[in-house]
């Protein structure tokens, strides 16, 4: 299980689960993470959730933001600019700076091995 029950080889999740049920009502805002394509936001504007968009590509973000603003209004749901998505970015915090150097490995590892396959650079500060 290369990345975790529930999603198989070809990378789709077939199976989600969350326990303990939420206490909020209707349930806690939505996050879906590392959105890679218009198709994620597309989701996530239909349904009322935000997509976390790992990018160096401003152009694309742009375009991301965009088509999830006029899907969210096709479903009577009114975003303003900056509201469509969190820009997300990499950030280890460690307790020496050679640990963090090394657990930055793991993070780069699964980088390569997922985000550039779809065309991401990574994003930087």
């Not at 936001?41 to 976390?52: D, N």
């Not at 991301?64 to 600019?81: F, I, P, S, W």
Request: proline share 6%; net charge positive; hydrophobic share 40%.
């Amino acid at each position: 299980m290369k990345y975790g029950r529930g999603v198989a080889a070809n990378m789709r999740v077939n199976q989600i689960g969350i326990a303990p049920r939420p206490l909020q009502t209707p349930h806690p805002p939505l996050y879906g993470g590392f959105a890679a394509s218009m198709r994620t936001a597309l989701f996530w504007a239909k349904y009322g959730g935000k997509p976390i968009v790992l990018t160096d590509n401003l152009q694309f973000y742009d375009q991301l933001c965009r088509g999830y603003t006029e899907e969210a209004a096709k479903h009577g749901r009114q975003v303003t600019n900056g509201q469509q998505a969190a820009w997300g970015g990499i950030f280890i915090c460690a307790p020496t700076n050679a640990q963090a150097q090394e657990w930055a490995k793991d993070m780069m590892s699964f980088w390569q091995s997922w985000a550039r396959l779809s065309g991401r650079g990574f994003p930087s500060c």
